[in-house]
């Protein structure tokens, strides 16, 4: 079972605060690489730059093709997870990458990229930090 809650722009922050408090790793999907891109400056201000990961398709090949391994190596199967990581991409995270995310957090999609996204989400057996056993996606840009 997935929960899936709206969650307003403004409290994105506080909110990717609270869900790394004991450690996990958070998926922050949106749809376009200039907002991947502000994200993730504001995200490595605030949590330091070796806590956030960039992935999108703005990136050359090859540039691509290693982040994409790293990434594999960091939360893909068998790999040795970070404690606390937050991976912020555009839909090239949602597209054959075997990738597991604790948490994620998603801008508006149509419904078939919505659940390309929560495919990353508790994807492996793994054993998690207690808060995130069960798994959670918020959506951003919902009318409430």
Request: aromatic fraction near 4%.
């Amino acid at each position: 079972m997935i929960r899936v809650k709206s969650l307003r722009e403004a409290e994105l922050l506080e909110t990717v605060d609270k869900e790394l408090f004991d450690g996990g790793v958070i998926g922050l999907v949106v749809n376009t690489v200039k907002r991947a891109q502000e994200l993730a400056k504001t995200f490595a201000e605030k949590f330091g730059e070796d806590m956030v990961e960039l992935l999108h398709s703005g990136f050359i090949a090859t540039q691509r093709v290693q982040k994409e391994k790293d990434l594999l190596q960091m939360i893909g199967k068998n790999a040795q997870r970070p404690k606390r990581k937050i991976i912020i991409g555009t839909q090239v995270i949602e597209q054959s990458l075997d990738i597991d995310f604790d948490v994620l957090i998603s801008d508006l999609a149509p419904m078939d990229l919505l659940i390309q996204r929560v495919g990353r989400l508790h994807r492996h057996n793994i054993e998690r930090p207690v808060r995130h056993e069960n798994s959670k996606c918020y959506v951003l840009g919902t009318s409430e």
